[in-house]
């Protein structure tokens, strides 16, 4: 039986990204995924006044897995409203609490660091923290105005992310390291600190190392060749990836995965890069990412030889100095670049 994939191209880019890679999976697993594509978008919203009908999330648990493109379009709806609209919904509904984004250089890759051995596992914890949405103001529109943002950490979820990083370190070089900033935020992070603790002791052959969200960031720069899987809380993890993305050559080789890993719910696959408005419909966006992304949905669904074909030719891609360099090729270009190593 075919995989069963929901594909939401979404805003901007997403839509020629998405496209490109729906060709390569279809040439790496030829009849093994079978899409069905879903117009959500900030399009939809201004259509229907929602980013996804009511029974959006029931329409996507009957599928294996989802391929986002790209979701905003900040001129017509404001970010919050995308992202508490479709991104979050979903990512919380399916338990979806790992992301994993990958950082590395593909061959014929220049970062801007003088550097060539860059290998970062970044793990996110994706469904709380900072990013949980309890909060709330008061005396809008007065000089009294307050603003409260909760972030919110469970013993529960935690725990998880962090066996789920272990894990991942476990079957790598065993070396792991942990993201807070408790000599600040002496409740949440203190308790992030305690945990590693706990579930370190889970772990004894993995090397656990801990900083601060601020000497990560430096060390990312100064030093990545010492690092290997990085776990983090929701906001710290968004920002260091993005960091990890400039440092891999850009936001145009930025994949990611939104990870169930208790399998009971469809996971979902995404380029970082968002629907870049300004370059929308110019033919010129970067959609490795997005086919990277789709690799590692293939390896999610058990086909691991095919997602190691899509990662062999993106690699003889670069290696040929194509889609190294932003808006020099063309999306279609280097699509049918890799179609051909293929």
């Not at 370059?279 to 789709?294: D, K, L, R, Y």
Request: contains cysteine; charged residues 20%.
């Amino acid at each position: 039986m075919p995989h069963r994939i929901a594909v939401i191209p979404g805003d901007g880019i997403g839509l020629d990204v998405t496209t490109a890679a729906l060709e390569v999976l279809h040439r790496a697993l030829p009849g093994g995924v079978e899409t069905v594509s879903l117009d959500w978008s900030c399009t939809h919203y201004l259509r229907t006044g929602a980013m996804m009908p009511p029974d959006g999330i029931e329409t996507l648990r009957g599928f294996d897995a989802i391929l986002l493109g790209a979701v905003g379009w900040p001129a017509t709806v404001p970010d919050a409203v995308s992202l508490h609209g479709l991104l979050l919904p979903i990512r919380k509904a399916f338990r979806q609490y790992a992301n994993i984004r990958p950082h590395r250089l593909l061959p014929g890759v220049a970062g801007p660091l003088r550097k060539a051995e860059i290998d970062i596992l970044c793990i996110r914890e994706n469904t709380e923290g900072e990013y949980s949405g309890a909060g709330g103001r008061v005396h809008q529109g007065t000089r009294d105005e307050v603003a409260v943002e909760t972030a919110i950490f469970t013993r529960a979820g935690v725990e998880r992310i962090l066996r789920f990083a272990f894990r991942q370190a476990r079957a790598r070089s065993g070396r792991l390291a942990s993201v807070t900033k408790s000599n600040a935020q002496r409740h949440s992070m203190v308790f992030w600190d305690e945990m590693t603790d706990l579930v370190a002791a889970e772990f004894p052959d993995v090397e656990v190392t801990r900083y601060h969200v601020d000497a990560m960031a430096a060390r990312m720069v100064m030093a990545p060749e010492s690092l290997d899987v990085v776990v983090a809380s929701n906001l710290f993890g968004d920002i260091l990836t993005d960091l990890g993305a400039a440092i891999q050559g850009g936001l145009g080789f930025a994949a990611s995965a939104n990870i169930n890993p208790d399998g009971d719910a469809p996971s979902m696959f995404e380029p970082v890069h968002g629907s870049a408005p300004d370059i929308a419909g110019q033919g010129i966006a970067n959609p490795i990412a997005a086919v990277w992304s789709g690799a590692m949905m293939l390896d999610h669904l058990g086909e691991g030889a095919a997602a190691a074909r899509i990662m062999a030719a993106l690699g003889r891609v670069t290696g040929r100095g194509i889609g190294t360099l932003p808006g020099r090729d063309r999306t279609e270009v280097i699509t049918a670049a890799i179609l051909e190593e293929m």
